[in-house]
């Protein structure tokens, strides 16, 4: 495999994953009133880390594993996911543009790597999908599989870095109000997605 070609297609397959509504892209807009343009850039950082620990932990034996335990991820991560939605609806009552309060008081980084650790498509995806297209890069040598995953991240943070961004300069233009409405409907969101897991394994 071509390195570009494996460059190209870690971004490829990345960014149709990164555009996809989920918990990270919800932790980003969330919180770009509190933290600034660049939030999507740390959410993005927290993702990557996770997403690096279990590359690593898939090709020493865990994909059997996840896969086996496909019910079980998928409720504690929803569980996860209400409890941060919970939070943020908490924190959307009070939140203010003036002030760093609001939401659910987590870092991004840590947001990005919770909302990850709590995402049961994330570990699934790798176990099956995103582990199959990681072979013929590995297969071809380390140089294509690290610019396979260098693509892959890439457009994880380019896309949250892109919403973040824009979210924060949108800001401006709202009142406390209305940022509390946006807060509000993304821990509305978060519980809806988390209840949706959690149902998917009973």
Do not use: K
């Not at 997403?51 to 020493?60: G, H, I, Q, T």
């Not at 980084?109 to 890069?137: D, R, S």
């Not at 973040?164 to 409405?181: E, N, V």
């Amino acid at each position: 495999m071509a390195l570009l070609e494996s460059l190209l297609l870690g971004f490829g397959i990345g960014l149709s994953g990164a555009l996809a509504p989920g918990p990270t892209l919800l932790a980003t807009i969330s919180g770009a009133g509190r933290h600034g343009p660049f939030v999507g850039g740390r959410v993005a950082i927290g993702h990557l880390l996770v997403e690096s620990v279990l590359v690593v932990a898939l090709f020493v034996g865990l994909a059997p594993l996840v896969i086996a335990h496909q019910a079980a991820i998928a409720l504690l991560g929803g569980v996860a996911l209400v409890g941060f939605g919970l939070l943020t609806l908490g924190g959307a009552r009070s939140a203010s543009l003036s002030s760093p309060g609001g939401g659910t008081g987590a870092g991004p980084v840590f947001a990005g790597a919770l909302t990850t650790v709590a995402n049961p498509y994330f570990w699934i995806w790798w176990a099956t999908l995103g582990g199959a297209l990681l072979v013929p890069a590995l297969a071809s040598g380390p140089g294509d599989a690290a610019l396979y995953l260098a693509g892959h991240g890439a457009a994880d943070l380019g896309w949250l870095l892109f919403v973040g961004i824009g979210i924060s300069r949108g800001a401006s233009l709202l009142t406390d109000r209305g940022y509390r409405a946006l807060l509000a409907a993304c821990g509305v969101a978060m519980v809806g997605i988390g209840l949706a897991y959690a149902t998917y394994a009973l």
